[in-house]
């Protein structure tokens, strides 16, 4: 455990004093201030149904596609190439206990930067003067899900990076992944063989696999521990195969 | 019956006390280890004693890197056994890992940290105490000579002293055996001599396996070599007993004018076994270069001779017999030295047939 605190605290520390983070979140805030601000004006025009809260988080995909590629494929394919993982793994750590640092690393960053965009709701009640524009209930579900969901995706990029010594397949291949969770999980519940029916079964998996249902449960005030559990253990799933992925570099290599 | 024993059978001491021998700090058994069926380390076997520094030599290729991961836990080894201080590492390189510093093949170092701050995050690892680490991270910088840059970041440091950040990482913790693969890689030659000076400043404190196919490093600061080829051990012993090994003692240079064709008679008569062992090669500027008026030519040629191992030391019947001897005029005779280079060639060319 103490090895485990040692290297989380070296893995955020390394993030806080890298420009590479402070870039990113600044890139981050300004695409995410250009869609709030969006949304903000097409409630403006014309009255719409839910609250802004809900359409921005409906928006949610857009930064998941993007941030948790470029913040996890550095992780362990640089570990991996500058061969820094071998003096990492020769002192008393286990690859667990390194997998895991940088995983939860890596989701505090996506934590922060999420917490960043609290400021624009923020500024909207502070300046928008009108309580009532900003439903509380909506905004809490949409930060939930983004913090449940943020362990499978930022787990999934982890495992990307483990897999590879090339940062850019690492990058690549997280966004394939997630794509494949986020979309492909949309359009598999489309197909019409899962109409027919000997298929109900699976067809109520894949219902089940709906990220977006999720987010709508959630962002209702509806928090399904079936839900909850789908994130949290597609999450150890996704490290667990990325811890022995790196052992199975080193048996293999 | 349980009762307290007299002396004469001491209890075996437990393994945390000093005992008269200490385990070995390295003992590997037939070690084999295959890349996706290709041998790389077919059957190695080697002890290293407590405080001995040793140097593990061999081509490229030669099974040297991976050796030397499997004595780090950080590799699995395909089969053979490896103890490291007493500990089996196969079955516990975690404990394996307390016991040992490691300096990688190219010594990879994170970019982006500065000096200071990558030694205290590894000596955080390595187990260290927040107290105690504090005084020996000077202790170590002060060693390794790194004073000067222990606030710059790593990326921009010279080669030197990137490989001084290496080994300052390995002897941080202050581990009992210190493994460093090809230390001197890559350094000019002033780099090479501060770099076997800290190695020899470790003799005596800690157990040291080397590994490099630089030479004359590993001759100065070794006690012991293992000359590893095709991931077999070819010869291993003291620099010096591997030179008696492999071309005995009875090797004599000496630069000689006269008739060479009447010298075997000559020597013949001093020891029966006495031969030439080369054939005289004129020194430079002579015999050939004499048409040559520019050069005043050189009667003297240098030629080898050779005496089988058990035969005493005939300088001084040399010298005598060939300054007796009216017809050559000797110049200069030593007996040979053969550098751990020649060494290395024999051992490594004659078995690898």
Same mark, same amino acid.
């Given at each position: 455990?103490?090895?485990?605190?040692?290297?989380?605290?070296?893995?955020?520390?390394?993030?806080?004093?890298?420009?590479?983070?402070? =870039? +990113?979140?600044?890139?981050? %805030?300004? /695409?995410?201030?250009? $869609?709030? !601000?969006?949304? &903000?004006?097409?409630?403006? @025009?014309?009255?719409?149904?839910?609250?802004?809260?809900?359409?921005?988080?409906?928006?949610?995909?857009?930064?998941?596609?993007?941030?948790?590629?470029?913040?996890?494929?550095?992780?362990?394919?640089?570990?991996?190439?500058?061969?820094?993982?071998?003096?990492?793994?020769?002192?008393?750590?286990?690859?667990?206990?390194?997998?895991?640092?940088?995983?939860?690393?890596?989701?505090?960053?996506?934590?922060?930067?999420?917490?960043?965009?609290?400021?624009?709701?923020?500024?909207?009640?502070?300046?928008?003067?009108?309580?009532?524009?900003?439903?509380?209930?909506?905004?809490?579900?949409?930060?939930?899900? =983004? +913090?449940?969901?943020?362990? %499978?995706? /930022?787990?999934?990029? $982890?495992? !990307?990076?483990? &897999?590879?010594?090339?940062? @850019?397949?690492?990058?690549?291949?997280?966004?394939?992944?997630?794509?494949?969770?986020?979309?492909?999980?949309?359009?598999?519940?489309?197909?019409?063989?899962?109409?027919?029916?000997?298929?109900?079964?699976?067809?109520?998996?894949?219902?089940?696999?709906?990220?977006?249902?999720?987010?709508?449960?959630?962002?209702?005030?509806?928090?399904?521990?079936?839900?909850?559990?789908?994130?949290?253990?597609?999450?150890?799933?996704?490290?667990?195969?990325?811890?022995?992925?790196?052992?199975?570099?080193?048996?293999?290599? | 019956?349980?009762?307290?024993?007299?002396?004469?059978?001491?209890?075996?001491?437990?393994?945390?006390?000093?005992?008269?021998?200490?385990?070995?700090?390295?003992?590997?058994?037939?070690?084999?280890?295959?890349?996706?069926?290709?041998?790389?380390?077919?059957?190695?076997?080697?002890?290293?004693?407590?405080?001995?520094?040793?140097?593990?030599?061999?081509?490229?290729?030669?099974?040297?890197?991976?050796?030397?991961?499997?004595?780090?836990?950080?590799?699995?080894?395909?089969?053979?056994?490896?103890?490291?201080?007493?500990?089996?590492?196969?079955?516990?390189?975690?404990?394996?890992?307390?016991?040992?510093?490691?300096?990688?093949?190219?010594?990879?170092?994170?970019?982006?940290?500065?000096?200071?701050?990558?030694?205290?995050?590894?000596?955080?690892?390595?187990?260290?105490?927040?107290?105690?680490?504090?005084?020996?991270?000077?202790?170590?910088?002060?060693?390794?000579?790194?004073?000067?840059?222990?606030?710059?970041?790593?990326?921009?440091?010279?080669?030197?002293?990137?490989?001084?950040?290496?080994?300052?990482?390995?002897?941080?913790?202050?581990?009992?055996?210190?493994?460093?693969?090809?230390?001197?890689?890559?350094?000019?030659?002033?780099?090479?001599?501060?770099?076997?000076?800290?190695?020899?400043?470790l003799r005596g404190r800690m157990t040291v396996l080397?590994?490099?196919?630089?030479?004359?490093?590993?001759?100065?600061?070794?006690?012991?070599?293992?000359?590893?080829?095709?991931?077999?051990?070819?010869?291993?012993?003291?620099?010096?007993?591997?030179?008696?090994?492999?071309?005995?003692?009875?090797?004599?240079?000496?630069?000689?004018?006269?008739?060479?064709?009447?010298?075997?008679?000559?020597?013949?008569?001093?020891?029966?076994?006495?031969?030439?062992?080369?054939?005289?090669?004129?020194?430079?500027?002579?015999?050939?270069?004499?048409?040559?008026?520019?050069?005043?030519?050189?009667?003297?040629?240098?030629?080898?001779?050779?005496?089988?191992?058990?035969?005493?030391?005939?300088?001084?019947?040399?010298?005598?017999?060939?300054?007796?001897?009216?017809?050559?005029?000797?110049?200069?005779?030593?007996?040979?030295?053969?550098?751990?280079?020649?060494?290395f060639l024999a051992a490594t060319q004659a078995k690898?047939?």
């Amino acid at each position: 455990m103490r090895p485990f605190r040692i290297l989380l605290a070296h893995e955020l520390r390394m993030l806080l004093v890298s420009p590479a983070t402070y =870039i +990113a979140a600044t890139l981050f %805030l300004l /695409v995410m201030g250009f $869609i709030f !601000a969006g949304i &903000l004006e097409t409630f403006a @025009a014309a009255p719409q149904q839910g609250s802004p809260a809900a359409v921005f988080f409906q928006l949610f995909w857009l930064p998941v596609f993007f941030m948790v590629p470029l913040l996890t494929m550095k992780s362990l394919a640089e570990e991996r190439r500058l061969g820094t993982l071998e003096t990492l793994l020769t002192t008393p750590v286990t690859t667990a206990q390194v997998v895991l640092a940088k995983f939860f690393a890596a989701y505090s960053l996506y934590l922060a930067l999420w917490a960043a965009t609290g400021g624009f709701f923020y500024i909207l009640q502070r300046f928008a003067g009108a309580a009532q524009t900003l439903d509380y209930g909506p905004l809490i579900g949409g930060y939930l899900f =983004i +913090a449940v969901s943020g362990l %499978l995706f /930022v787990s999934v990029g $982890i495992l !990307a990076s483990a &897999l590879t010594r090339n940062q @850019a397949v690492a990058g690549i291949l997280a966004f394939v992944l997630l794509l494949m969770l986020v979309v492909g999980t949309r359009f598999a519940g489309t197909l019409e063989v899962l109409k027919l029916d000997h298929l109900t079964a699976l067809r109520a998996a894949v219902d089940y696999l709906q990220v977006f249902t999720h987010l709508e449960d959630f962002t209702r005030g509806v928090v399904d521990t079936r839900q909850v559990l789908y994130y949290v253990s597609g999450s150890v799933l996704a490290l667990i195969l990325g811890i022995l992925g790196v052992e199975a570099k080193l048996l293999h290599s | 019956m349980p009762a307290v024993a007299p002396a004469p059978s001491a209890p075996p001491p437990p393994p945390s006390a000093v005992s008269a021998t200490p385990p070995p700090a390295i003992v590997v058994r037939d070690l084999v280890k295959t890349y996706a069926g290709h041998p790389a380390v077919r059957g190695v076997s080697f002890e290293v004693a407590q405080g001995e520094i040793i140097g593990l030599l061999g081509p490229n290729g030669a099974g040297k890197s991976t050796t030397l991961r499997i004595l780090t836990g950080y590799l699995p080894a395909t089969s053979g056994q490896v103890t490291v201080c007493g500990i089996d590492v196969a079955s516990h390189p975690a404990e394996v890992k307390n016991h040992l510093g490691f300096m990688p093949e190219n010594n990879p170092l994170p970019e982006d940290m500065r000096v200071r701050e990558y030694l205290h995050f590894r000596g955080r690892l390595k187990g260290l105490t927040r107290r105690r680490l504090g005084p020996r991270l000077d202790e170590v910088i002060h060693l390794c000579d790194l004073g000067r840059v222990r606030d710059r970041i790593i990326g921009k440091l010279s080669k030197g002293y990137r490989q001084r950040v290496g080994i300052a990482d390995a002897i941080l913790a202050e581990p009992p055996l210190i493994i460093m693969d090809e230390p001197t890689i890559g350094l000019d030659p002033h780099q090479i001599l501060a770099v076997r000076d800290l190695i020899a400043s470790l003799r005596g404190r800690m157990t040291v396996l080397i590994s490099s196919h630089i030479l004359p490093e590993i001759e100065m600061t070794c006690d012991r070599v293992v000359i590893v080829n095709q991931g077999r051990v070819v010869a291993a012993g003291a620099p010096a007993a591997l030179r008696q090994e492999f071309f005995g003692s009875g090797h004599y240079e000496l630069e000689l004018a006269g008739p060479l064709d009447e010298l075997p008679a000559v020597l013949a008569g001093i020891h029966p076994r006495l031969s030439i062992a080369s054939p005289a090669t004129p020194n430079p500027g002579s015999a050939s270069g004499a048409s040559s008026a520019s050069v005043p030519a050189d009667p003297f040629t240098t030629l080898r001779l050779v005496a089988p191992p058990e035969v005493p030391d005939l300088r001084e019947a040399l010298v005598k017999a060939l300054v007796d001897e009216p017809r050559f005029r000797l110049r200069s005779l030593t007996r040979a030295r053969h550098t751990l280079e020649e060494v290395f060639l024999a051992a490594t060319q004659a078995k690898a047939a």
